[in-house]
């Protein structure tokens, strides 16, 4: 079987979430199929600048072909488009327009799918919401199968992508969550998908006492790893942080990450910037718990990783995704609210055996659930199922563009599509549960 | 925290979420709580500082404002029969001032003027006095308003104090209604430990006195047999693996008969241990030339002491047999034959 994984940057550097996960998984789908993937030259994600030369390349034993992306973005119009779309009624052919000005526009790699897009049994697309996937799965057509790595944004709401997920010819969720939303706003259901997710590989030889020698750390401590960001809910978790440490709280606060926004100058809050993996599952081995105060993620591949190691993890209640996990795994907390942060920060700061059950919970989740052994697993049976149907009878090729007077019809604002969308938590039986802080 | 009671095994994280909202929701319970005790103190205090309804308006009356500044004294001039010819105006007022004066006899041909003169110089005089009395209400009004502002601020602080004592009291007296009920629970607990401690003491003497009648039992057990085999039983589960290794000595040193009783009294599970033992640890048959009898001791129930004596004899024995197969082994328990 020979497959194409698709995705936007691509890189042994590069750290981005889908970019990872997409390249976990085609390193891992190498043992079972001839994989290669197609990417583009860009290496920042805010410009899209051409930083790699063009061309095939090998990285950690994969072909990598790269194509250059036509224009940089320009993030003025972006902002104006995404402004627009987002918050205001507005057309179809506004929302093409945003989706060239995201970028990377690589018209080249779209014209490679065309011409050699028959070459591979399926190309596995990463992330729904850029140009290289929305215009990728067009060429291709019934080949395409979609990594969507889709959050509760507002381009989730844009109606170009309701023909993308309906037109693929399988997908593969991150959560049930992910699931749930995709389904209720695009109503493809019938579209075969599977809840799988990604794996990671924990180094055996983390040390708590290396970190602590490291850094010189030597209290407990509760550790956020990842950007020092706002959009992360950094403001937020600074915030809560101060007022429980204020309150007699007794766990430190560890961040480690690249700053993006001013971290607090508190006694009690250490930043370590950016670190090597080594050392941040250091840290993970040596903290008491991870926080993850994020209200936007579709995975969060960190809070695995904690899991994996035995640690129990604090979440963004507000973020479904990560409050289905805690409640799935029975492995986390979660807080929607401050009184919540407070109280579930000294309960886990306090209860020594509830940290030890919850790691050990999440431990056996994420052996359960996120063992490489079993992500593949889900993916070869996945293809092979494809391959058993074969070319489905109905629904063949993907929704073609409306027209030119339909390009112009008047479409409600992203936001507000989204907005209409169930909110909370789906259980594996595909109940749902009230979203934190609505009771 | 200890109210959150977590079995490793068994988190539900929605429980434990549960849990946390429900102490959430106690936090401002208790909140609202104390809000409660501080409106009941309000209570109590205004009744406590407002019997009449008059001091406590006192209390809560704002401070009054300053007095108005009392009226300068009017000015005072002196007021003759001239005063009202005179002018102001320099030169001109002379001049003024003899015209007036050459026209006063026809004013006076219209009305008398002099009445009027003299009641203006009274008023004079009214007024300057006046003035003085003024000035000294004003001084007295100053000096009052100041002593009651300070009064005032007195009467602030108290009113908080009492405030403050009445509300202390208030949480005092719930304080103690809980403390009463704890004691009255921690009273009921100790009764219950004293009933509890008082009933394993009876057991202990019960238990001492035990041995006594075991020792008289097992004295008397050996003539009718009936008490040391209850008593077989239970030494039989805790030494099995001694007594299946006595069994073996004595079949080994007094023959099948010995053997035989022996199994009789071992528990079932050292009889199972037997039934698999080696051929060669199985009692002799009966035909076999009478050897060496072992006393009765040694196939009759033991006790503790006698019992472990001839496993660690077996020990030995088994130990004598490896290195001289053909010697029959005596148990060190038992008396040794007459050579």
């Not at chain 1, 910037?273 to 840290?283: H, I, L, S």
């Not at chain 2, 008490?227 to 007094?254: I, K, L, N, Q, V």
Request: with cysteine; net charge neutral.
């Amino acid at each position: 079987m020979k497959l194409a994984v698709v995705v936007q940057r691509y890189g042994a550097e590069i750290n981005g979430g889908a970019e990872l996960h997409a390249r976990y998984i085609a390193e891992r789908l190498a043992r079972h199929a001839d994989v290669e993937v197609l990417t583009t030259c860009a290496r920042d994600y805010v410009t899209w600048r051409n930083e790699y030369q063009p061309g095939a390349e090998s990285v950690n034993g994969l072909t990598v072909r790269r194509f250059p992306v036509s224009q940089p973005r320009s993030p003025r119009e972006f902002g104006r488009l995404s402004e627009l779309v987002f918050t205001r009624r507005h057309s179809l052919r506004d929302e093409l327009q945003w989706l060239s000005a995201e970028g990377p526009t690589s018209p080249a790699l779209v014209e490679h799918l065309r011409l050699h897009g028959h070459d591979y049994d399926y190309c596995l697309f990463f992330s729904y919401r850029y140009y290289h996937a929305y215009h990728g799965i067009r060429t291709v057509g019934r080949r395409a199968l979609l990594v969507p790595t889709a959050e509760r944004d507002p381009a989730l709401g844009l109606a170009i992508f309701g023909p993308t997920f309906r037109g693929v010819r399988a997908i593969f969720y991150n959560s049930f969550e992910e699931r749930a939303l995709i389904q209720e706003i695009s109503g493809n259901q019938a579209v075969p998908g599977v809840v799988v997710g990604v794996g990671s590989q924990i180094p055996p030889q983390a040390s708590a006492r290396r970190f602590r020698n490291e850094t010189g750390i030597r209290r407990r401590f509760a550790l956020y790893v990842g950007r020092i960001d706002e959009n992360k809910g950094c403001a937020e978790l600074f915030s809560h942080f101060q007022r429980y440490a204020a309150g007699g709280g007794r766990l430190e606060l560890v961040l480690t990450g690249a700053p993006i926004m001013p971290v607090p100058d508190h006694p009690r809050i250490h930043s370590l910037g950016f670190v090597p993996d080594q050392k941040k599952y250091d840290a993970l081995s040596a903290a008491d718990l991870l926080i993850m105060p994020s209200q936007y993620e579709s995975l969060s591949m960190v809070t695995l990783e904690a899991w994996a190691m035995g640690l129990p993890v604090l979440v963004n209640g507000r973020c479904e995704v990560l409050h289905g996990q805690a409640l799935r795994s029975n492995a986390g907390l979660y807080y929607a609210s401050y009184e919540e942060f407070a109280e579930t920060m000294r309960l886990l700061e306090s209860n020594r055996r509830l940290r030890t059950g919850l790691g050990a919970n999440g431990r056996r989740y994420f052996r359960q659930h996120y063992a490489w052994p079993v992500i593949e697993q889900k993916y070869l049976e996945m293809l092979q199922q494809l391959q058993r149907d074969g070319e489905p009878a109905v629904g063949g090729a993907i929704e073609p563009l409306p027209g030119w007077f339909g390009r112009r019809r008047r479409l409600p604002a992203a936001q507000e599509v989204l907005a209409r969308a169930t909110r909370g938590p789906v259980m594996s039986d595909g109940t749902r549960r009230a979203a934190a802080g609505a009771g | 925290m200890s109210e959150f009671s977590v079995q490793s095994e068994g988190i539900d994280v929605e429980r434990i979420m549960e849990q946390v909202r429900a102490r959430i929701r106690a936090n401002r319970d208790e909140d609202a709580s104390n809000a409660q005790v501080r409106e009941q103190a309000d209570a109590k205090a205004a009744q406590l500082l407002n019997p009449g309804g008059a001091r406590s308006s006192h209390a809560a009356r704002p401070p009054q404002e300053k007095a108005p500044p009392a009226p300068s004294p009017a000015e005072s001039f002196e007021f003759d029969q001239d005063t009202i010819y005179r002018s102001s105006r320099g030169a001109v007022g002379g001049l003024l001032y003899g015209i007036r004066k050459l026209l006063s006899p026809l004013l006076k041909f219209f009305f008398n003027i002099q009445p009027v003169a003299h009641a203006l110089s009274v008023q004079t005089r009214i007024n300057a006095r006046q003035a003085a009395f003024d000035d000294r209400v004003g001084r007295l009004f100053d000096m009052s308003s100041s002593r009651l502002e300070a009064r005032e601020e007195i009467d602030k602080l108290n009113h908080r104090v009492m405030n403050d004592l009445v509300a202390e009291m208030t949480r005092l007296s719930v304080e103690m209604k809980n403390h009463r009920m704890v004691v009255e629970s921690v009273a009921a607990r100790l009764d219950f430990f004293e009933r509890q401690a008082r009933a394993k003491e009876s057991g202990a003497e019960a238990r001492t006195r035990l041995p006594a009648a075991d020792a008289a039992g097992a004295a008397e057990g050996q003539t009718d047999g009936a008490e040391p085999t209850r008593r077989r039983r239970r030494r039989g589960r805790r030494r099995s693996g001694r007594t299946t290794a006595a069994t073996e000595a004595a079949a080994e040193a007094t023959g099948g008969e010995a053997a035989e009783a022996a199994e009789s009294s071992a528990p079932p599970e050292a009889a199972a241990a037997d039934a698999v033992a080696p051929p060669e640890t199985t009692a002799p048959d009966s035909t076999t030339p009478p050897e060496p009898t072992a006393p009765e001791s040694a196939a009759k129930p033991r006790d503790d002491d006698s019992a472990a004596a001839p496993a660690e004899a077996a020990g030995e024995t088994a130990t004598a047999r490896e290195d001289a197969q053909p010697e029959p082994a005596q148990p060190s328990g038992a008396p040794e034959p007459e050579r």
